[in-house]
């Protein structure tokens, strides 16, 4: 057991250096990277109620398979939540690996911090700070769009926001993000 956890910690097995926590690595980049490439998408699509209420509309409904139907079908959008979430959270259990968790590695990281004074390394801890509250904040969020899908646009998102006080929610989340 002690040989198989060395082994993913990326020691190594019987004197052989694991490849695994590299493969994790690379997996962790390219959840990172579809993700990161997703916001983008996600953040234009949303804004789009900027413009007019008549655009969001048009693109909620584009998502809802408006081309292709004659009735909007949010099961398209629950769907692609869903495949998100998935991503969302192979991403988020690759992340924990690099989260101190004892008292002993958060101090270390904290000396070693002070110590370098270097941009990213002090950054890393806001890094962590913010994947944490996302594992809760991004869960909530996804879990919310997957089951009220139909309920996207520029009347039910102003609503959620508005109406059902979730502002705050969003705002913690936009800074989380
Ligand atoms: C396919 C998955 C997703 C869908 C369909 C989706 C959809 C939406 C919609 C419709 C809104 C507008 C508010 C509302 O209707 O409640 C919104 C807002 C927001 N979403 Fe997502 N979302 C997705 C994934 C994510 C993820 C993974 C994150 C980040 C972890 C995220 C972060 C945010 C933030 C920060 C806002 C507030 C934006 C603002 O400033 O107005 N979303 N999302």
Do not use: C
Request: charge should be neutral; avoid cysteine; aromatic fraction near 16%.
């Amino acid at each position: 057991m002690n040989d198989l956890l060395e082994g993913f910690l990326g020691t190594s097995i019987e004197g052989k250096k694991s490849r695994v926590p590299a493969k994790l690595d690379y997996i962790q980049s390219a959840t990172g990277l579809f993700l990161g490439l997703f916001m983008w998408g996600h953040m234009f699509f949303v804004s789009t109620i900027l413009i007019s209420k008549d655009f969001m509309n048009t693109i909620t409904k584009m998502f809802e398979g408006s081309m292709f139907f004659a009735e909007p079908q949010p099961w398209i959008v629950s769907a692609i939540v869903l495949f998100v979430f998935a991503v969302f959270i192979v991403h988020a259990m690759l992340g924990m690996r690099k989260l101190p968790i004892t008292f002993r590695q958060y101090q270390a990281y904290k000396t070693h911090m002070g110590m370098m004074k270097h941009d990213d390394t002090t950054m890393w801890f806001t890094q962590a700070f913010t994947g944490f509250a996302m594992f809760f904040l991004g869960s909530a969020h996804l879990l919310m769009m997957a089951v009220k899908a139909d309920e996207i646009g520029p009347y039910g998102s102003s609503e959620r926001m508005y109406a059902d006080v979730m502002w705050p929610f969003y705002l913690l989340l936009l800074l989380g993000g």
